[in-house]
């Protein structure tokens, strides 16, 4: 029999960050990687080892117990049970959480307890969980807010169709795009030789947003050391990325520049009258002075709102339509306090660019006229 002894707080952490890569809906990968795996090896310098995957990004986490006994045992546990388990007891100084198997008939039943409070599981099949190894630190390279630069761009990356589903890497920006939408922020990485396509989705939300992480490359996967506790292996996309260099260089004739917060107050409250569209249209009108903007919806109504621009805009007014988030996020994702909000004045079909500072930038396609009709 074997028995753990965790700090509450450690090993509720751990087990957040498991959640976040472990499939959690039906499909190839839940069937093959369903769950989050403990390795444990009590006496060992590392006797307790988290593992999940949803067979595009592989996640290992060392983790220090207070106490470890028994015998070298896998358990494999369900993770959204587990984790909500977890991170329902009390996290504070002295906050304990104990695991052991026990044996309830023929099967083995993991039991946790944390004060008075008492939980068990059945465990599942670990035979056939994916198998992957530590790699070596000293083959990678430090790089700086890796984690917040993907979060910058990922919003811009496609649902489910490879490339456009992941963030490229050039070794000078991380970039992407849907087709309709893209993003680019700055991010430098020594010694990359080719530009290379990780998954969204999934790695911003693990790693913290600013601070060195160290990454490399192995064959066709990223890895990533976020701390000497932690490795994250993510598999790099076979397909050639887009070239977007001339669309990220395009140069527009015309621009206004305002506060992030104020533009974004009239975008959100028009936004909110497309809830019951499902292709709702958001109508645009820079000129004058202004930046206005108007959404209807057959069911509640129209609304309209405007943003002075005293001394900007001084041309006739030109009409742009938008699908709302399309013009939403790239504004949300800057970085700073104040966007430059560039445009042809004489063209209503030329992309919406976004300088949000820090190098970050961004494009918005409009829809067309016809089609807005």
Known sequence: MTRLVFETAALADAVKKADKVAPTTAGQAFD????????????????????????????????????????????????R?????????PIGTGKQVTIEDKINGRQV??????????????????????????????????????????AQVEWATAKTEPPYCGVNLTGEYAQATD??????????????THDVTVPAGILASLLRQTGEVSIGIDGEQLLIMPDEHSQYRAVLFGLKYPNIARAMERVLPNEFRCKKTHILDILNRASSFSDSNRDPMLRC?????????????????????????????????????????????????????????????????????????????????????????
Request: hydrophobic share 45%.
């Open 179 to 192: 087709k309709y939408r893209l993003a680019r922020v700055p991010l430098a990485i020594e010694g990359m």
């Open 32 to 79: 093959k990687a369903a769950g989050i795996l403990i390795d444990i090896k009590p006496g060992t310098p590392t006797p307790c080892v988290i593992r999940a995957t949803n067979l595009d990004v592989y996640s290992m986490e060392w983790l220090d117990v207070i106490e470890s006994e028994g015998d070298p045992v896998q358990w494999r546990l369900p993770t």
């Open 109 to 150: 039943q993991v039991h946790i307890s944390s004060g008075r409070t008492k939980a068990q599981f059945n465990l599942m099949d670990a035979s056939y969980y994916p198998v992957w190894a530590a790699f070596d630190p000293d083959l990678l390279t430090p790089v700086q807010d890796l984690g917040g630069r993907l």
């Open 285 to 373: 009108f820079i000129g004058k002075e202004e930046f206005a903007v108007m959404m209807s919806n057959e069911e509640t109504g129209l609304l309209g709102d405007i943003l002075d621009l005293p001394g900007q805009a001084i041309h006739d007014r030109l009409e742009i339509f938008f699908t709302p988030k399309n013009l939403l996020e790239p504004i949300t994702n800057a970085p700073s306090e104040e966007v430059v909000i560039a445009y042809d004045a004489n063209n209503a079909q030329a992309p919406v660019r976004v300088d949000g500072g820090s190098g970050y930038f961004a494009w918005a396609m409009p829809r067309k006229k016809m089609e807005a009709q």
């Open 81 to 89: 049970l587990f984790t909500a388990v977890i991170s329902s007891f």
